[in-house]
Each structure stands twice: as C-alpha cells, then as structure tokens.
C-alpha cells in the first residue's frame, strides 16, 4: 500500500514539473517582452524592454484551458479509443479545439491589446493540437505501461497458481499412501471390516479430490460414490441392529452426465439425521434414469428426541440450504425438489431435467 502511494505522488510530482516548464516557456515566449522603448540620450540609443504583467494573468488562464484540455483529451482517448470509436474521439477533439480556442479568444480580449491577442491567437491552433497529441502520446503509453502490469500480475497469479496446484496434489498423495500402508496392516491381521472401511473411504477421498473438480461426471461414478459412502456407514452397525439401509437403481445410465457431488448431501443428511442404532431406523435411496429425467428419491427415518439430531440440525440445514442453491445455478427452471417432514419421517423428491 506505501509503496503504491509513493508511485502515485511521484507520478503527480512528475506531472506538476512539466506543466511549470510548459507554463514558464509560454510565458517566456509570448508574454514577459510584448513591448519595447527606445530612448536617445546624448546620441546613444537605449531600449527599454517592457513586461505587460497584467497579460500574465491572462496568459495563466490560457494555461489553465490547455491543461484541462490536456487530461481531457487523455479521459476521452481511454474511454473511446479502446473501444475502437474512432470517429466520435477525433469529432470531440475538434470540438474541444475549438470550444478552447474561443474561451481563450474571449479571455485575451480582456487581458491583452490587440497586437499581443492576432500574434498569440496565431499559434493558438498549433499549440493545442501540439497538447493533444503530447495527450494522446501519454495515454497510449500510460495504457501500453497498465497492460504491461496486467500481464506480469497474471504470470505472477500463474505461477502462485501452479505451485499451489502441486503442493495440492502432495498432500493427497502422501494421504493415499497412509492409506494403503492402514489397509495393508489391515489385510495382513485378518482384520476384513477395517480392510473394507480403508479401501471405501479411499475412493470416496479419490472422488472428492479429483472427479468432483470435474465439470461433469458419468452418473455411475456418482452412484459409486453414494454406494462406496453406504458400505462405508454400514460398519458402523451389526445384524442385531434393527437398521434398514436400501439403495435401488434403475433405468438405462449409459451417456447420462451429472454434475458432481450434487446427490450425496441428501444421502448424508438421511443417514446423519435417520439412524439411530438404539431405535428401529431406515434409509431408503432410489434412483431412476427414464426420458432424460433423473429422479432421485430419498427418504429416512426421523428420531425426534434424538439429542444428536437436535445438535446436528443447524449443519444439515446449511447443507440442504448449499445443494438447493446449487441445483438453481446449474439445472435453473429444470428441476423440482419437493421436501416432506411428517412425523418420524424425512423425505426429498428430486427431479432433474438431464
């Protein structure tokens, strides 16, 4: 922040050096030595230079025209030039010329004699086409020198950005092979649920980390990813829990693409908010493929005086509240989500125009 604060006052430092040159060579050539005396005393001619400072006043409004000049003719060649509206820049150059020329007619008709305002209005022209060029020069520069600054913040971003991406893919790397060194000792000690509940979670990390940055999935891997994150919930329970857990898949999935994960927050939600191993429970999960509409329906079991519930029910609401979101951006007017809450009971409908 200090250090773009010192470009700018030097940058405005820069600019206020070079309007005192310009001011003091217009002075020094058109105003200071508008009149001379010649006087002879005892034969010897002496001249006299005469310094009109009144002019100076009028001169210093002239000045003060070519400098608004100046940085207009610098806001309208950024706004249009860029823009490619050539004509209508170089129609409102001429008619700030003008529109100058006369309001430093009219200014030096005051301050200046007539002799000084035909010799100055002479080269008016020449000086304010000299601005707008010099105007034109600097803003092409000015826009060259931001492009530049543009291009090294994007290759700097680049470069942020690669080595980001390869610090990103380390640490699942490193996390996967944890992974299987745990399966291996699980396998090794005959230990089958561990092994299982390893190698699941294993593929539901791959699918998070790499197919869900996809733009579209096949729907199969996402009904491998529901099947694998159910298999994995299932070791929590043994055949003596009265839990029942289905998952039904019909219709014909070939070629059908989704959007990732966007079908797991509900089966998440059912199994966080539907099982209770101490009570009769159930999560019941269909999905169907039928004319290029998928329909998905979920429903569970609801444990009201469940405390875990009562604590957990703020998450799930984000949750539902994400995947709604989601489903407007990328299926908007193309899909229907119906909730039901009765009694012991939680139920989501969902269709989606494919």
Known sequence: MQRLLVKRAIHVLVHIIVWIFATYFIARTFSLETDSIVEYRGGIQSITKVYNYKLQYGLLATIVFKVVFFYL????????????????FFGLTLFLIVFFLLLEKLTLLIFCDKLCFSRYLRIGIGLYLFFAAASIIYSFLAQWKKDQNIKIDLLEQKRTAELNLLRSQINPHF???????????????????????????????????????????????????????????????????????????????????????????????????????????????????????????????????????????????????????????????????KIYEPKEMFKINLEIVL
């Open 175 to 337: 996390l996967f092979n944890s992974l299987n060194n745990l399966l291996s000792i699980a396998e090794r000690e005959n230990q089958k649920d561990v092994s299982n509940g390893i190698s699941q979670l294993s593929e539901l990390l791959r699918f998070m980390l790499y197919d869900s940055s996809s733009e579209t999935i096949s729907v199969t891997k996402e009904i491998e990813f529901i099947d694998n994150y159910i298999s994995l919930n299932k070791l929590r329970f043994d055949h003596t829990d009265s839990i029942e857990i289905r998952f039904e898949v019909k219709g014909d999935l070939e070629n059908i693409k989704i959007y990732p994960a966007l079908l797991i927050p509900f089966v998440e939600n059912a199994f966080k908010h539907g099982i209770n191993i101490y009570e009769k429970s159930y999560v019941k999960i269909k999905l169907e493929i039928e004319n290029k509409t998928l329909y998905f329906l979920v429903e569970n079991s609801l444990h009201v005086n469940d405390p875990l519930n009562e604590f957990e029910n703020n998450s799930s609401g984000i949750g539902l509240t994400n995947v709604r979101r989601r489903l407007e951006i990328l299926y908007p007017k193309m899909h229907i989500l």
């Open 73 to 88: 003719i610098s806001f309208f060649f950024s706004r249009l030039i860029f823009e490619k509206k050539y004509f209508k």
